[in-house]
């Protein structure tokens, strides 16, 4: 039976998971890598270790799951994270580690280029807001404070660029994640030249930006051999995780939004037409020629609990992270929407939409003497998703829905789940426990559009089924709009705050 393999290159792991050309999940694997925080605001991580995870967790997964039933791999399906840059030598060879997303040493050269006037036509022409995360950005600084690198950089590649490079021989980068970068102007499709004098960059120094549905050259012979896939099995460049997601998740058109619900999170529509927010709010990513993913993303979801998780929950197996947030979750689940007053605000590694500061800093307010551990557990989620509800507050000044599809690791947990539908006041879609996660489905989608299985990916996002099962509750509604009045008070209140412990930290 013939089957399509999708590779999801995330944040801090590698996912593999298989469809029969039904849609039909085969099975699913994930193999996770570290990344490095060698100093306040750097995020890193090594190249090799990522690829050699992908090529480990690929390899078992074929022979564990896919040969022995005797499938037949006709097509492999790429997506990945965002916003990474990675120099490599003229030899291909990687100059030190990648910087990923949540990578904030560029906020001097991206505070510096929002505040004038070519940032704003860059938002314009690029769809990126100007921010630290951004490749732009990033690279900026390397031109401006590691000048050995940059000049010993024959080019600068994203993550996944690198990978699938390793694989092939071919450089490429697909519309998703180079609309990411900043440096590319999503109307014309080309590596914008008023972004690349800025970074100091030729074009030749990036990869060749192409279509999501390409396919680059075969594998390499020892990759074909050592993985056992025929030479015709076809390789798709694929696109960015949150395109990705919101695919899989069914979104496509007016009156509906997804919600990402990882270590990182956003909230996004899709349309044919570009989001233009007047305080560069919102991204505006190409899915495909002429549609857009528009949104804005969080840097703080996933990880702010499992960093709360692994400092003050009991964990009675070594390592067990999964069950000590079960049991965060319980306790949680006895608090009173609002946490009687308690008020925390997520911004552990910096904020991207809607306030965009890369110093902003974690806090918990309106503590008092009755406040007991549960009270910190609840307050700590519903200040993550508070966030959430920022962005789409900011998303729907430009485009209205009446309902949510939630997805990704945390979106498997009710008490998130209600919790969206409360805040939001709208209902809140979810896919089945046991299906596969938005990411890989949308994936699969792209490869059997590509394979005329679709007509389109509008054709293909109509098949996803979800089930509407949270509804919101009014009156805890009243109660979140109440304390997401402060919190959004607080989040700009403190901006000097912010900036005066982000400079101690920095001479520390």
């Known amino acids: 039976m013939d089957c399509i393999i999708t590779i999801e290159i995330g944040t801090g792991s590698i996912r593999v998971a298989a469809f029969d050309l039904t849609g039909e999940l085969l099975g699913s694997s994930k193999g996770s890598y570290p990344t490095f925080h060698s100093r306040p605001d750097y995020s890193e991580q090594d190249p090799e270790q990522i690829f050699i995870t992908l090529l480990y967790m690929l390899k078992n997964f074929l022979n564990e799951k896919i040969y022995p039933k005797n499938h037949k791999v006709v097509s492999i399906c790429f997506s990945s994270a965002m ?216 840097n703080n979801a996933g990880s702010a609990f499992e960093w709360f998780a692994t400092q003050f929950g009991d964990f009675k197996k070594v390592f067990d992270l999964e069950d000590c947030i079960d049991d965060l979750l319980s306790e949680a689940s006895r608090v009173p929407a609002g946490s009687e007053g308690l008020i925390f605000l997520p911004y552990l590694q910096g904020e991207r939409a809607p306030i965009w500061n890369a110093n902003a800093r974690g806090s918990y307010f309106g503590l008092n003497i009755k406040h007991e551990q549960r009270h910190f557990i609840r307050a700590t989620i519903e200040g993550i998703l508070f966030a959430f509800y920022n962005i789409g507050k900011t998303l729907e000044r430009h485009r209205s829905f009446k309902s949510l599809s939630a997805n990704g690791t945390y979106a498997a947990y009710p008490l998130w789940t209600q919790m969206i539908a409360d805040m939001f006041n709208k209902p809140v879609s979810v896919k089945l426990n046991s299906g596969p996660d938005s990411v890989a489905c949308g994936a699969f989608l792209v490869s059997a559009t590509e394979m005329g299985l679709f007509n389109s990916l509008e054709q293909a996002a109509q098949k996803v089924k979800l089930l509407e099962n949270f509804h919101p509750n009014g009156q805890h509604h009243e109660t979140y709009m109440k304390l997401f009045a402060i919190f959004e008070r607080l989040s700009t209140k403190l901006f000097d705050e912010f900036e005066a412990i982000a400079e101690l930290q920095q001479h520390s």
């Open 83 to 298: 916003h990474s840059v990675l120099a490599i030598n003229k030899n291909g060879v990687p100059i030190g580690n990648a910087i990923v997303w949540s990578d904030n040493r560029a906020k001097k050269e991206a505070g510096d280029l929002r505040a004038s006037d070519i940032g704003k036509q860059l938002y314009q022409m690029t769809g990126t807001p100007i921010h630290a995360m951004s490749p732009l950005n990033k690279i900026t600084w390397m031109k401006n404070n590691n000048r050995e690198l940059f000049e010993a950089a024959h080019k600068f590649l994203s993550i996944k660029t690198y990978i699938i490079e390793q694989l092939t021989g071919e450089y490429v980068v697909d519309y998703s994640v180079a609309s990411a970068t900043g440096l590319l102007n999503i109307h014309t499709l080309q590596w914008e030249d008023l972004a690349l004098e800025r970074a100091g960059l030729k074009k030749s120094m990036l990869a060749d930006a192409v279509p999501v549905f390409y396919a680059p050259k075969n594998l390499k012979r020892q990759y074909q051999t050592s993985l056992g896939l025929p030479e015709n099995t076809k390789l798709l460049v694929g696109s960015s995780d949150g395109c990705m997601a919101t695919l899989g998740a069914g979104v496509w058109g007016d009156e509906k939004a997804t919600v990402t619900l990882e270590e990182s999170g956003a909230v996004r529509v899709v349309g044919k037409k570009v989001l233009q927010d007047e305080q560069q709010g919102l991204f505006n990513y190409v899915l495909t020629e002429g549609c857009y993913v528009s949104g804005g993303p969080t």
